[in-house]
């Protein structure tokens, strides 16, 4: 079964400062790749996705993720943090043979203070 | 913009009551799914379904069943609702185009308190 390990549960950083959200997941097959976010007060949407091609994806509001894959890793970035960029950032997995089934991450809560 | 809109908001419910969660999605999208999110967890996902009549079983699907007899509805009903089904329910829709790459789009969200 396939699974996603998100390795913080809670960040907090100041404006300005770079992030870096660790992903990893279990699965040797072919996989697509998602971040998703959820603001305050709003729904999950989706911030970047990866499926082939460069692994190095960019998202919306200047964040990235590049797929390593002989790390089987995801990590999410951004070179400057807003205040607007608190929020909890989900990682997720589906896997190319059974692509209905969707495995998140627990999540990172991000805190960025003024 | 894709719209998935949720029956309620929020919902406080008694043990051993059926309870029906209403979601539907205005973008003629084929699939459809509900997932639970708690704390620490993250989500987790119940039932999905491809398309009309068409479901599967998620990681979850115990105490939960489901039922989709129109495109744009899919329902969640628990059966008799204990408290450990107290959570957030979330609802997504997504287009098919076969690859799984299609993004999904959620809707805000039911928070149910069972009492």
């Known amino acids: 079964a396939q699974s996603v390990s998100q390795h913080n549960h809670h960040v907090i950083l100041s404006e300005a400062a770079s992030l870096e959200l660790g992903c990893n997941y279990s699965?040797?097959?072919?996989?697509?790749l998602f971040w998703y976010v959820q603001y305050p007060g709003q729904h999950l949407q989706l911030l970047l996705k990866?499926?082939?091609?460069?692994?190095l994806v960019k998202g919306i509001k200047g964040f990235e993720a590049e797929f390593i894959k002989s790390k089987f890793s995801f990590n999410l970035r951004k070179p400057s943090v807003q205040w607007s960029d608190t929020a909890e950032y989900f990682c997720?997995?589906?896997?190319?043979?059974?692509?209905?089934?969707?495995?998140f991450g627990a999540g990172t809560q991000v805190v960025v203070t003024p | 913009d894709v719209k998935v809109t949720q029956s309620s908001r929020y919902l406080v419910k008694r043990t051993g009551e059926k309870v029906f969660l209403e979601c539907v999605q205005d973008?003629?999208?084929?699939?459809m799914f509900w997932y639970r999110q708690d704390p620490g967890l993250g989500l987790r996902l119940i039932y999905f379904?491809?398309?009309?009549?068409?479901?599967e079983k998620g990681d979850i699907p115990e105490g939960y069943s489901v039922s989709r007899e129109k495109k744009e509805r899919f329902s969640l009903i628990l059966e008799s609702a204990s408290t450990n089904q107290t959570s957030m329910y979330l609802c997504?829709?997504?287009?098919?185009?076969?690859?799984?790459?299609?993004?999904?789009?959620f809707g805000p969200g039911t928070r149910l308190t069972v009492l």
């Open positions: 699965y040797g097959g072919t996989v697509n």
């Open positions: 997504a829709s997504r287009l098919n185009t076969g690859q799984g790459t299609d993004t999904q789009y």
């Open positions: 990866y499926f082939s091609g460069d692994p």
């Open positions: 997720a997995v589906n896997a190319a043979t059974s692509w209905g089934k969707f495995q």
């Open positions: 973008m003629d999208h084929e699939n």
């Open positions: 379904s491809y398309d009309v009549k068409m479901k």
